[in-house]
């Protein structure tokens, strides 16, 4: 982030910011064959703290001030909570909705990137995880954590048609919308079946991660809208989400270098999560540099689709591989480093 810039521009170098640490993210597994669960779940702690605290004074506490301010709320403010509230509202529906409606039509990334099949050798040169702890990732739904004896400290792979994904009975079908004859024939996809898996990756991931880009891009937007509205502040945004971005990265190649696919594979996976981003930062900077009024609306929007993804992937995913008060511990922490960033510098 480069002060003196256009908004949109910022916008631009914010989110090629963030891509650039989920793409550091998976580039972990150029480095270990494997990872210490323990690890993994402290930073995906850490990042719920970061995100939620970021929510609070990037996003919210511009959009209430400017509400307040625009006299378009009551004389002296009182009713600057409606458009804030809505706003909210609206952003973790709106990451709600898409999960559903990924769901009905039966896309769930993490089936469609274990039906893209290594060849033998991949395979055989990929290493192993034993047992059977459930797992989630916005990414990669039924990847599963497991422990090597009590500490939790490995991944594994299970069955994924005999896994149950929190959001109910939609995640125990394959993906894809394959048929009878198709699931029969599972471990050897046509190439049509595996370039269709590709693109249902693609679409998946790409809904995941457009808040969180929109957050970045009107965040730039806002900045000089209300003195709560700094350029630190909005810089520090991003550098939150970035942070958040790293783990999640790691969260997606790992399991799929121990799913027997390469690491160049398992790392074009990983930081394909962030590449929407960039492209959402833009339009969410340019929307709210032409249409004043709508801020405190896609300040609050942003924040309601952060803290949904934090409350329905982050937090979950952190807790489900045995070192839950490990990951709430971290979560503190990084929501304490978060506030210390925008209160300090901001």
Known sequence: MISGLSPVSQALVGTLFTWGL???????????????????????????????????????????????????????????????????????????????????????????????????????????????????????????????????????????NDVKQRRGEAGSRVVGAMNDEEDQNYGKPSKHDLWRRILLLIIAITVHNIPEGLAVGVGFGAVGKTPLATFTKAKNLALGIGIQNFPEGMAVSLPLRGAGHSVWWAFWYGQLSGMVEPAAGVLGALAVSYCEPVLPYALAFAAGAMIFVVMDDIIPEAQMGGNGRWASGWCIVGFIVMMALDVALG
């Open 22 to 160: 989920t793409a550091a993210g998976s580039a972990v597994v150029f480095f270990l064959a494997g990872t210490k669960r323990k690890v993994l779940d402290g930073s995906l702690g850490f990042a719920a703290g970061v995100m939620t605290a970021a929510s609070f004074w990037s996003l919210l506490a511009p959009a209430i001030e400017l509400a307040e301010t625009s006299g378009s709320y009551g004389a002296e403010g009182e009713w600057a909570f409606i458009p804030v509230a809505f706003g909210f509202l609206l952003g973790a529906l709106f990451v709600y909705a898409a999960d559903e409606f990924m769901s009905s039509y039966g896309i769930q990334s993490s089936s469609i990137i274990m039906g893209i099949q290594p060849d033998k050798k991949k395979e055989d040169d990929a290493y192993t995880y034993e047992a059977h702890t459930p797992y989630h990732h916005p990414a990669m739904s039924n990847v599963s954590a497991v422990g090597q004896g009590s500490s939790s400290n490995a991944f594994t792979l299970v069955d994924f």
